[in-house]
């Protein structure tokens, strides 16, 4: 039998599974949360799709990068847009995400400290999306 639930796969930081997480927390869906220290990755990996995380599994289903998973549970939850014209300008925003955490990306590893990025900017950033989100939501209605 099919398993219903979802379960993310992450390690126990925000990175590329916070948006996943955040998707989550504003449907109110529950969902098993699985933070995998670093010790116990190299285990893992060779079971992941596409040999890094996050992964989630719903129905029986594993699913690899990030972005396809964040589009997949928008769509699951609701929040994917009604139209293919929400659904392209829903598109766009995810994209500009990932288009500025490959930049936050260079700059964490960044070995000047005046260059790195903080957790909190992080935070920002995401809220930020989400405005544009729903402002953008509510300019097509
Ligand atoms: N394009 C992938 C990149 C995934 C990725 O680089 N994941 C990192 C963590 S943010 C990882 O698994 N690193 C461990 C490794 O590569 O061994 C995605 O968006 O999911």
Redesign the pocket.
Known sequence: MSNKNFKLTY?NVR??GELIRLLFAYAEKQYEDNRVNFEN?PAL?PETP?????ILEHGGVTI????S?ARYVAKELGLAGRTTLEQALTDGIIDSITDIFNELVKHAFEKEETKKVSDLFYVYLYMGCIIVFFKIQDDVH
Not at 50 to 54: K, T
Not at 64 to 67: A, Y
């Open positions: 390690f990175g590329r990755w990996k596409y040999l890094s995380l996050p690899g990068q990030s972005v998973i």
